[in-house]
């Protein structure tokens, strides 16, 4: 029994780090490979003009980054590229736009964005999410559950829309 014992705790040590030896390598893996494509973007896109997709995934990576000024700046010349653009694609660049604003607190240039992109494709629920979200922080409380509930029609599993409807008119019925 007294033998057992340490083997047992070094073979549970052994496990752990492995395991974490291999998440921490595929890790490495994935953030080598997105580097390796925003590399690749952004070079390309810096000798030549490039398709409104291949802008659209340089702005999402810049997103990602938080550098939101590059990314408004790329999706921007993605609009700009003269091609026939799908309404859902579009809707996506719109709504990333949207998000770059909003992260730079120009809430009014979001809400624009949101609403571009909700036209384009209404059934977007991401950009009525934001939408949402971007009228409760201009303290358009009634716009923004009404948005949420609208949400909510076309995706009823929507978790944040859920939650932040309920809370919402709790608190609108609060202050009345």
Same mark, same amino acid.
């Not at 340490?6 to 780090?17: A, C, D, E, R």
């Not at 580097?35 to 690749?40: G, V």
């Given at each position: 029994?007294?033998?057992?014992?340490?083997?047992?705790?070094?073979?549970?040590?052994?496990?752990?780090?492995?395991? !974490?030896?291999?998440? !921490?390598?595929?890790?490495?893996?994935?953030?080598?490979?997105?580097?390796? &494509?925003?590399?690749?973007?952004?070079?390309?896109?810096?000798?030549?003009?490039?398709? @409104?997709?291949?802008?659209?995934?340089?702005?999402?990576?810049?997103?990602?980054?938080?550098?939101?000024?590059?990314?408004?700046?790329?999706?921007?010349?993605?609009?700009?590229?003269?091609?026939?653009?799908?309404?859902?694609?579009?809707?996506?660049?719109?709504?990333?736009?949207?998000?770059?604003?909003?992260?730079?607190?120009?809430? =009014?240039?979001?809400? &624009?964005?949101?609403? =571009?992109?909700?036209?384009?494709?209404?059934?977007?629920?991401?950009?009525?999410?934001?939408?949402?979200? @971007?009228?409760?922080?201009?303290?358009?409380?009634?716009?923004?559950?009404?948005?949420?509930?609208?949400? !909510?029609?076309? =995706?009823?599993?929507?978790?944040?829309?859920?939650? &932040?409807?309920? +809370? +919402?008119?709790? &608190? !609108?019925?609060?202050?009345?």
């Amino acid at each position: 029994m007294n033998e057992i014992l340490p083997i047992i705790y070094l073979s549970g040590i052994v496990i752990f780090l492995g395991g !974490l030896a291999i998440f !921490l390598l595929l890790q490495i893996i994935k953030t080598r490979r997105t580097e390796n &494509r925003f590399y690749k973007l952004q070079k390309k896109l810096q000798n030549e003009k490039g398709k @409104a997709e291949e802008y659209y995934e340089l702005a999402s990576l810049f997103l990602d980054k938080k550098l939101y000024v590059q990314a408004v700046n790329l999706l921007q010349k993605g609009f700009k590229t003269g091609e026939n653009i799908e309404a859902e694609n579009k809707a996506l660049m719109y709504n990333a736009l949207g998000f770059a604003y909003f992260s730079q607190e120009q809430v =009014d240039l979001a809400i &624009r964005n949101y609403k =571009d992109a909700i036209k384009l494709y209404p059934e977007y629920a991401i950009a009525l999410n934001n939408l949402a979200n @971007a009228y409760e922080k201009k303290q358009m409380i009634a716009k923004a559950i009404e948005t949420y509930e609208e949400t !909510l029609k076309i =995706d009823e599993n929507n978790k944040v829309a859920k939650r &932040r409807a309920e +809370l +919402l008119k709790k &608190r !609108l019925v609060s202050s009345k």
